[in-house]
């Protein structure tokens, strides 16, 4: 499948947003929110210290830590990666601002968002890392991948067409539709769950191992939740083969039956192992390329084309 410049940098740019994702994850697991108090410096520097005595005077030693500075500068270099690239992606989308203008006006979404969410990272950061702060962001960050899969999507519809009957794909948007509901659903609980560690974690300081206890009724639904999503997978599995669905889509399919069963198992082990950070990690990055290959689904349904056209 050739692509174009457009499309080459548009896959890179949602590849890249994913991949900030991890990076982000991986911040907050370590702890290193923080690791540089300022921004858009870090200690009142553009290239951060990599010892306390390189400190500015006005910063406290004893607070410094190394490892969580250079975690969170690399987080903001990405960060601003990131813009560049969705700025080329823009740019690149003036080519369909006459033969498909929905290309551009979502390409220039995703531009207008990533300036506000560079906006907010600075927030967070003044807020002191505030709980409602970081989910807002995370699902800020959601938003951004997915407008830049929609466009690309838009950008390559020709090449991923796929052909249903109206029936089948009345079906398979109504069960695809539901599973990124519930799917959904759970990120925002999941972020709800996860507040509440925060709280017990860094507010109230207790052990590790009593940290899931403080979730009470909240993670007791989000964990229920869970099964929702895997039933309404395997209804989607059961069409997909009863309705004779092409290859492309059964397979994209069985991608997201093994994402959920993933979360699933990711979740039970943060359960069983007192939450330790890279199954954190591994939990927030899945659940994102998760939602993104959801709403893939259901673009590729929603823009089929009627069998015998």
């Given at each position: 499948?050739?692509?174009?410049?457009?499309?080459?940098?548009?896959?890179?740019?949602?590849?890249?947003?994913?991949?900030?994702?991890?990076?982000?994850?991986?911040?907050?697991?370590?702890?290193?929110?923080?690791?540089?108090?300022?921004?858009?410096?870090?200690?009142?520097?553009?290239?951060?210290?990599?010892?306390?005595?390189?400190?500015?005077?006005?910063?406290?030693?004893?607070?410094?830590?190394?490892i969580?500075?250079?975690?969170?500068?690399?987080?903001?270099?990405?960060?601003?990666?990131?813009g560049?690239?969705?700025?080329?992606?823009?740019?690149?989308?003036?080519?369909?601002?006459?033969?498909?203008?929905?290309v551009?006006?979502?390409?220039?979404?995703?531009?207008?968002?990533?300036?506000?969410?560079?906006?907010?990272?600075?927030?967070?950061?003044?807020?002191?890392?505030?709980?409602?702060?970081?989910?807002?962001?995370?699902?800020?960050?959601?938003i951004?991948?997915?407008?830049?899969?929609?466009?690309?999507?838009?950008?390559?519809?020709?090449?991923?067409?796929?052909?249903?009957?109206?029936?089948?794909?009345?079906?398979?948007?109504?069960?695809?539709?539901?599973?990124?509901?519930?799917?959904?659903?759970?990120?925002?609980?999941?972020?709800?769950?996860?507040e509440?560690?925060?709280?017990?974690?860094?507010?109230?300081?207790?052990?590790?191992?009593?940290?899931?206890?403080?979730?009470?009724?909240?993670?007791a639904?989000?964990?229920?939740?869970?099964?929702?999503?895997?039933?309404?997978?395997?209804?989607?599995?059961?069409?997909?083969?009863?309705?004779?669905?092409?290859?492309?889509?059964?397979?994209?399919?069985?991608?997201?039956?093994?994402?959920?069963?993933?979360?699933?198992?990711?979740?039970?082990?943060?359960?069983?192992?007192?939450?330790?950070?890279?199954?954190?990690?591994?939990?927030?990055?899945?659940?994102?390329?998760?939602?993104?290959?959801?709403?893939?689904?259901?673009?590729?349904?929603?823009f089929?084309?009627?069998?015998?056209?």
């Amino acid at each position: 499948m050739k692509l174009n410049l457009y499309q080459k940098t548009a896959i890179t740019t949602v590849i890249a947003t994913l991949v900030l994702i991890l990076i982000g994850g991986l911040v907050r697991a370590a702890g290193a929110g923080l690791g540089c108090p300022d921004w858009p410096q870090c200690f009142g520097m553009w290239i951060p210290p990599t010892s306390a005595s390189e400190l500015p005077s006005q910063y406290d030693a004893s607070l410094f830590n190394p490892i969580h500075t250079w975690l969170e500068y690399i987080n903001r270099l990405v960060g601003v990666l990131i813009g560049f690239l969705i700025t080329l992606t823009f740019i690149f989308s003036f080519r369909y601002r006459k033969t498909d203008p929905v290309v551009t006006i979502s390409s220039g979404a995703a531009f207008i968002l990533v300036l506000v969410q560079g906006w907010l990272g600075g927030q967070v950061v003044k807020s002191g890392l505030s709980a409602g702060m970081i989910t807002i962001h995370m699902i800020l960050a959601m938003i951004i991948v997915n407008t830049l899969l929609f466009a690309s999507f838009r950008a390559m519809n020709e090449k991923l067409a796929t052909v249903l009957t109206p029936q089948t794909k009345k079906i398979l948007m109504i069960v695809s539709g539901a599973i990124l509901f519930v799917t959904l659903v759970q990120l925002v609980l999941g972020t709800q769950v996860r507040e509440s560690i925060d709280v017990a974690k860094n507010v109230l300081g207790l052990p590790r191992e009593q940290w899931i206890d403080t979730t009470d009724l909240l993670y007791a639904v989000h964990r229920s939740f869970s099964w929702l999503v895997v039933i309404l997978s395997f209804v989607l599995l059961y069409f997909n083969k009863k309705r004779e669905v092409p290859g492309r889509l059964v397979k994209i399919g069985y991608a997201i039956f093994g994402l959920i069963i993933l979360q699933m198992l990711l979740g039970l082990g943060m359960e069983r192992l007192n939450i330790p950070g890279t199954l954190q990690l591994l939990h927030l990055v899945s659940v994102s390329v998760l939602i993104c290959i959801e709403f893939l689904f259901m673009l590729m349904v929603g823009f089929s084309r009627k069998a015998g056209a």
